[in-house]
C-alpha cells in the first residue's frame, strides 16, 4: 500500500504564505500523478492542484495564479506553496496519489489550514 503524510499547516492572516509538503512512503505501487484536495467545514472535498508523473500541472480556478505544485522525485514528496491566502482558503487539505488508474485512491490524513482576518 502506498502512505502518504501530510505537513506544513497552521494559522496566517489574509495574504500570507504557506507551504504544505506531503511524503510518500517507500512502496512498490507505481503511482502516476499526485493530487491536494481540500474540504472546508460544511462543504465537499474539492480539487485543488495535480501533477503528474512528467510534472504537468493543473489547479482549480480559484487558486490560479497564487498555489504552485511541484514534486521532488528523489524525496518522494509532493509540495503545495500557498501565496497571497485568502479567508476562503480556509480547509483541511489533503494529499492523495494516483496508483495509474485513472484516480486518485490513496489519501493523507490532512492538515488545518486556517487564514484570519
Known amino acids: 500500500q502506498v502512505e502518504l503524510v501530510e505537513s506544513g499547516g497552521g494559522s496566517v492572516q489574509i495574504g500570507g504564505s504557506l507551504r504544505l509538503s506531503c511524503g510518500i512512503s517507500?512502496?512498490?505501487?507505481?503511482?502516476?500523478?499526485m493530487g491536494w484536495y481540500r474540504q472546508a467545514p460544511g462543504k465537499q472535498r474539492e480539487f485543488v492542484a495535480g501533477i503528474t508523473l512528467d510534472g504537468s500541472t493543473k489547479y482549480t480556478d480559484s487558486v490560479k495564479g497564487r498555489f504552485t505544485i511541484s514534486g521532488d522525485n528523489a524525496k518522494n514528496t509532493v509540495y503545495l506553496q500557498m501565496n497571497s491566502l485568502k479567508h476562503e482558503d480556509t480547509a483541511v487539505y489533503y494529499c492523495?496519489?494516483?496508483?495509474?488508474?485513472?484516480?486518485?485512491?490513496?489519501w493523507g490524513r490532512g492538515t488545518q489550514v486556517t487564514v484570519s482576518s
Open positions: 517507500r512502496t512498490t505501487v507505481a503511482v502516476n500523478a
Open positions: 492523495t496519489a494516483d496508483p495509474g488508474s485513472g484516480m486518485y485512491e490513496y
